[in-house]
């Protein structure tokens, strides 16, 4: 089981950037779909970012344009560079991966990863 921890959160104000990190460790991701989660306060996790095996990406309607998942299978690693950073974009936000396959969720589902990482909190300021 592949043991992931994210970095890069903070506050920054609206219509900036971040770019997260998460690093794993344990396994090799190259064996791994990974995928960026959104959880805001009160809320439950919404998908962000897939980013696939063979390094296809998708990202979700709210986030497109602005936020561009990415993987580096060379140093174990997985991004997710955030533009445009809006207000309603606060919140934790996870780092997750399987080597399952899509078979029976769809990767944009939570339940579809096995493994987590414990989140770095986000905040954007109007």
């Known amino acids: 089981q592949v043991q992931l921890v994210e970095s890069g959160g903070g506050l920054v104000q609206a219509g900036g950037s971040l770019r997260l990190s998460c690093a794993a460790s344990?396994?090799?991701?190259?064996?791994?779909?990974m995928a960026w989660f959104h959880q805001a306060p009160g809320k439950g996790r919404e998908f962000v970012a897939w980013?696939?095996?063979?390094?296809?990406?998708y990202e979700a309607n709210s986030v497109k344009g602005r936020f561009v998942g990415s993987r580096n299978n060379y140093v174990n690693s997985v991004y997710l560079q955030m533009n445009s950073l809006k207000v309603e974009d606060t919140g934790v936000y996870y780092c997750?991966?399987?080597?399952?396959?899509?078979?029976?969720?769809?990767?944009?589902?939570?339940?579809?990863?096995?493994?987590w990482g414990q989140g770095t909190q986000v905040t954007v300021s109007a």
């Open positions: 997750a991966g399987t080597t399952d396959d899509f078979s029976t969720r769809p990767y944009s589902a939570a339940n579809a990863y096995t493994s």
């Open positions: 344990g396994s090799a991701i190259s064996a791994y779909d």
């Open positions: 980013i696939s095996r063979s390094g296809t990406t």
